[in-house]
């Protein structure tokens, strides 16, 4: 997804030398001449930002000890946060979590 960005911006800085990239005509003249490049560069922006939410959620459940079931990340934990990193690290380890969060693992 990255390297798409990072492509379609070198594509665009090489089309239209010499002219600000993110300028509200450049844009528009960009969107009339190559549409299909604005649209992916934008669903893919989408898509980096639903990735980055999709692992914080992920990596918020794994703190608290939840690795099984979903359940509301939103419930106030009783973990600290270093237990909460000790867990993400138990995680990557492949190791089951080193402390559990009681509210919401009864």
Same mark, same amino acid.
């Given at each position: 997804?990255?390297?798409?960005?990072?492509? &379609? =911006?070198?594509?665009? +800085? &090489?089309?239209?030398? /010499?002219?600000?990239?993110?300028? @509200?005509?450049? =844009?528009? *003249?960009?969107? *009339?001449?190559? #549409?299909?490049? @604005? &649209? $992916?560069?934008?669903?893919? /922006?989408? &898509? =980096?930002? @639903? *990735? /980055?939410?999709?692992?914080?959620?992920?990596?918020?459940?794994? !703190?608290?000890?939840? $690795?099984?079931?979903?359940?509301?990340? +939103?419930? +106030? !934990? @009783?973990l600290s946060k270093r237990q909460r990193l000790t867990n993400v690290v138990h995680?990557?380890?492949?190791?089951? #979590?080193?402390? +559990?969060?009681?509210?919401?693992? #009864?």
């Open positions: 997804m990255l390297m798409f960005e990072y492509s &379609s =911006i070198v594509y665009l +800085r &090489s089309v239209y030398d /010499g002219q600000q990239l993110f300028d @509200w005509s450049l =844009i528009k *003249a960009v969107f *009339a001449t190559c #549409p299909m490049v @604005w &649209s $992916l560069f934008v669903l893919n /922006g989408m &898509s =980096i930002v @639903w *990735a /980055g939410w999709v692992l914080h959620t992920q990596i918020i459940a794994v !703190s608290k000890g939840r $690795l099984r079931a979903y359940q509301s990340y +939103r419930a +106030r !934990s @009783w995680f990557f380890l492949n190791k089951s #979590p080193h402390m +559990r969060d009681e509210v919401l693992n #009864p």
